[in-house]
């Protein structure tokens, strides 16, 4: 080699030399602090089982039938009026609708990972071209703040949603590119990206806000794709807030834009629920890469204001419609649970760095909780309904699953966490590889020493406990296995090779398992599925006195479909009784329903008597999965029951 591009080559940043198919779902091969590194989506396939018919669905249904409608409702066209000014076509929807398609664009680029469609790959490429045809010299790109509203531009930061869009835009090129290679999305992305890093930022530059944080983690992860620093930087800036003599930024927007300030100034969750989530997400991947200890403390003491006081036990957030926002700690009403689909799946993107970061099983079962129930809810079984709200309770006249919204952040959104799930389950470090959660899947990778590993995993999960893992490294080596124990599972039987596992499994932990593994060891767990029953903190006061039935990773609703007696609202859990789980393989696409024997209360046409609630009548109770309320149609239904 040539001595000048020898030292070309030794001043890249290591992180640009992964190939970009070789590119984790977040790509931390290089970043400091990252204790767990997430593998490329293409090396997970699910195999038969529950995510794998649910990737069928997003794959098959979902991203055509969302495409549809995004043309219908002018999406698309709202970037091809850009290229042909002549056109007197008017711009539709609300300022947004640009990263409804980048998200559509993303699910769509990680779906051709799990199944490559030279068909779909065409229209991606035709959508780029679209998208790219309205990008002005400059860099500049939205569809918004152009033609008549020209003017505008960046006046309006709080609402405006430019940064908001490019991070979508970004987030897409990164997986078109991760998947396919293919650079041009990601040149249009970065044009934009330089052109800001040049134009703004600290005074004498323009002053930028981020009045829907998202840009953040997109520029964190745009930095790992590139190794250009100066986007990490732009990351920095946003999350500084040192705008905020600049914009002069209220306490209100400082509140509900969860911007505008340092980000390290925050001590709690509130505002608006998305926002504020994405970023602590984007501040938590800039932690991952710099490692100041005033952000990991924000980070740690917002991430326990979560779990221990904001978060629903479908792991949906937001618990109020207006402002779509927090509410104080505890307040988590059922029916009027705000909890969007973004929000939950912001809250699984927030704990997943937290877990790249510290490899605390307790992130694992934050994110299984919300993916399982308050994400898996937002999508039809048919995949062509989808929830904006995620309510714990609502009756039959609640039209919460819809085909379409004007503000449609969550079918793509949802799309494109399905169609990268795999990624998910498992991580490496580099002392071995770590399972994070239990579907029937291979996964097609290597260790961190180079040793190229597959691995096999069969299990009944999420109805039964029996998991089977089968590991093939390429030659015997010794690292170490990290099996995620949930927390619901509190009596775990593990075995290697048909031998007791020496070490002990705890829940919420991961059993580490170090050996020399050889090709073809097994590994068996047996998780424990038993029903529980879950209570929750007595000041959460909507729910004192009642309990919540889980199974599993599973959380149970009752829904009146399935109990055609007395109203559910009506219904109680008696706890002198079991519940007992019976597998219909017929219903709702196969699942495990409860049956309980257990008490209706009178429903007595008094608001207020003098007399404690009697419940003297026995009532059979049925309970199907929560993540499939109004999978029938509507009908009222409650997560939350009283016990007695
Ligand atoms: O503002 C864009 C998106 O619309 C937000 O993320 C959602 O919460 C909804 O308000
Ligand atoms: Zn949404």
């Keep these: 080699m040539r001595p000048v591009f020898a030292l070309l080559l030794l001043s890249m940043p290591v992180l640009a030399q992964v190939p970009a198919r070789d590119?984790?779902?977040?790509?931390?091969?290089?970043?400091?602090?990252?204790?767990?590194?997430?593998?490329?989506?293409?090396?997970?396939?699910f195999q038969a089982g529950?995510?794998?018919?649910?990737?069928?669905?997003?794959?098959?249904?979902?991203?055509?039938?969302?495409?549809?409608?995004?043309?219908?409702?002018?999406?698309?066209?709202?970037?091809?009026?850009?290229?042909?000014?002549?056109?007197?076509?008017?711009?539709?929807?609300?300022?947004?609708?640009?990263?409804?398609?980048?998200?559509?664009?993303?699910?769509?680029?990680?779906?051709?990972?799990?199944?490559?469609?030279?068909?779909?790959?065409?229209t991606i490429d035709r959508t780029i071209d679209t998208i790219l045809a309205a990008q002005e010299p400059s860099g500049y790109l939205n569809t918004w703040f152009t033609g008549e509203r020209r003017s505008l531009r960046w006046t309006q930061q709080t609402s405006g949603h430019e940064l908001y869009c490019l991070g979508h835009m970004t987030q897409a090129a990164i997986a078109y590119y991760r998947v396919t290679g293919k650079r041009k999305l990601l040149d249009g992305s970065i044009k934009f990206i330089d052109y800001l890093v040049r134009d703004f930022g600290p005074a004498p530059k323009q002053p930028l806000l981020t009045g829907h944080p998202e840009l953040e983690l997109a520029l964190a992860e745009l930095y790992r794709t590139t190794g250009n620093r100066q986007y990490l930087d732009l990351a920095a800036y946003l999350l500084s807030g040192v705008e905020r003599e600049r914009r002069k930024i209220s306490n209100r927007d400082h509140v509900y834009l969860f911007a505008g300030r340092p980000f390290t100034d925050r001590t709690q969750f509130e505002g608006h629920a998305v926002r504020a989530l994405s970023a602590a997400t984007g501040a938590a991947d800039y932690d991952l890469e710099t490692g100041e200890p005033a952000s990991r403390r924000t980070l740690d003491t917002l991430a326990a204001d979560l779990s221990t006081s904001k978060m629903f036990v479908t792991g949906g957030v937001g618990s109020r419609a207006s402002g779509e926002a927090f509410g104080d700690p505890f307040e988590l009403p059922n029916r009027q649970a705000y909890t969007e689909s973004c929000a939950a799946i912001a809250g699984m993107l927030?704990?997943?760095?937290?877990?790249?970061?510290?490899?605390?099983?307790?992130?694992?079962?934050?994110?299984?909780?919300?993916?399982?129930?308050?994400?898996?809810?937002?999508?039809?079984?048919?995949?062509?309904?989808?929830?904006?709200?995620?309510?714990?309770?609502?009756?039959?006249?609640?039209?919460?699953?819809?085909?379409w919204y004007d503000t449609c952040c969550c079918p793509p959104n949802l799309q494109r966490t399905f169609a990268a799930l795999g990624a998910y389950f498992y991580s490496t470090s580099k002392d071995g590889l770590w399972v994070h959660l239990y579907d029937n899947s291979t996964l097609d990778w290597h260790l961190e020493s180079g040793t190229p590993l597959k691995a096999q995993l069969k299990t009944g999960q999420p109805w039964r406990g029996d998991v089977e893992l089968?590991?093939?490294?390429?030659?015997?080596?010794?690292?170490?296995?990290?099996?995620?124990?949930?927390?619901?599972?509190?009596?775990?039987?593990?075995?290697?090779?048909?031998?007791?596992?020496?070490?002990?499994?705890?829940?919420?932990?991961y059993l580490t398992l170090k050996r020399t593994w050889k090709p073809g060891d097994k590994i068996t767990l047996t998780l424990d599925v038993e029903t529980r029953l879950v209570y929750a903190n007595p000041r959460v006061s909507e729910d004192y006195g009642k309990a919540a039935v889980q199974r599993g990773p599973i959380l149970y609703a009752a829904e009146q479909t399935d109990n055609p007696g007395p109203e559910v609202f009506d219904l109680a859990i008696d706890h002198r009784n079991p519940i007992s789980a019976e597998f219909r393989p017929a219903l709702l696409g196969g699942i495990t329903v409860l049956n309980h024997k257990g008490l209706a209360f009178d429903s007595t046409p008094s608001l207020y008597t003098f007399q404690p609630p009697s419940a003297a009548q026995p009532a059979a109770i049925t309970l199907v999965p929560y993540y499939a309320f109004h999978g029938r149609g509507p009908a009222n239904f409650t997560v939350w029951l009283p016990i007695r």
């Design 23 to 45: 590119q984790g779902l977040l790509h931390l091969t290089a970043t400091p602090n990252a204790r767990l590194h997430p593998v490329p989506v293409r090396t997970v396939a």
């Design 50 to 122: 529950f995510w794998k018919s649910r990737q069928d669905t997003t794959v098959r249904a979902s991203i055509p039938t969302l495409l549809a409608l995004l043309e219908e409702k002018g999406t698309l066209d709202n970037f091809r009026r850009l290229a042909n000014p002549d056109a007197s076509v008017p711009r539709r929807g609300p300022l947004y609708t640009d990263s409804d398609l980048y998200k559509w664009l993303e699910a769509a680029a990680w779906s051709l990972a799990i199944q490559p469609d030279p068909k779909l790959e065409a």
């Design 350 to 403: 927030f704990h997943h760095r937290m877990l790249a970061a510290t490899g605390d099983a307790r992130y694992a079962d934050l994110i299984e909780r919300a993916l399982y129930n308050g994400i898996n809810s937002g999508m039809s079984s048919n995949g062509t309904l989808y929830c904006y709200r995620n309510p714990l309770s609502a009756t039959a006249s609640d039209r919460i699953r819809n085909p």
């Design 470 to 509: 089968t590991l093939h490294p390429a030659r015997a080596e010794e690292f170490t296995l990290y099996l995620r124990i949930p927390s619901w599972s509190l009596k775990t039987t593990v075995l290697v090779n048909g031998q007791a596992a020496t070490a002990q499994p705890q829940p919420n932990t």
